[in-house]
């Protein structure tokens, strides 16, 4: 676990809609798993970072990648997370972790990052 050896989990298979912070059906696994997690790591605070590919303006992706890292910890607490150990931040495109001119690229960049505090 990345979280607990690295302090830091980029959560793969976090889907949203496209220009949307809905989260797709086939996330709430990943998530169910972070919720278990976070069950036996009491002590543990999080930030959900939200990131975007570089489709669209800037300002634009910066107001959806906060609205995405929202819907995930909405999802946390949800499920039984205490919404005071979750903050979240956007980033937007700032932060790419592979090339946005490629569809696997922009797939990369579309990320929800997860750092223990």
Same mark, same amino acid.
Do not use: C, M
């Given at each position: *676990?990345?979280?607990? $050896?690295? +302090?830091?989990? =980029?959560?793969? +298979?976090?889907?949203?809609?496209?220009?949307? @912070?809905?989260? &797709?059906?086939?996330?709430?696994? $990943?998530?169910?798993?972070?919720?278990?997690?976070?069950?036996?790591?009491?002590?543990?605070?999080?930030? =959900?970072?939200?990131?975007?590919?570089?489709?669209? $303006?800037?300002?634009? *992706?910066?107001?959806?990648?906060? /609205?995405? @890292? /929202?819907?995930?910890?909405?999802?946390?607490? +949800?499920?039984? =997370?205490?919404?005071?150990?979750?903050?979240?931040?956007?980033? +937007?495109?700032?932060?790419? !972790?592979?090339? *946005?001119? $490629?569809?696997?690229? #922009?797939?990369? *960049? &579309? #990320?929800?990052?997860? !750092? #223990?505090?």
């Amino acid at each position: *676990n990345d979280l607990a $050896t690295k +302090g830091r989990a =980029v959560l793969h +298979g976090i889907l949203f809609g496209t220009d949307s @912070a809905r989260i &797709r059906a086939e996330s709430f696994a $990943t998530l169910d798993e972070v919720v278990r997690v976070l069950g036996k790591e009491a002590a543990w605070s999080l930030t =959900v970072e939200g990131h975007t590919d570089a489709t669209g $303006t800037a300002a634009h *992706n910066q107001v959806l990648s906060e /609205q995405r @890292a /929202q819907s995930v910890k909405g999802y946390l607490a +949800g499920k039984g =997370v205490a919404s005071g150990r979750l903050a979240t931040v956007g980033f +937007g495109q700032a932060k790419p !972790v592979a090339d *946005n001119d $490629t569809e696997l690229g #922009r797939a990369q *960049n &579309r #990320r929800v990052e997860l !750092v #223990r505090k």
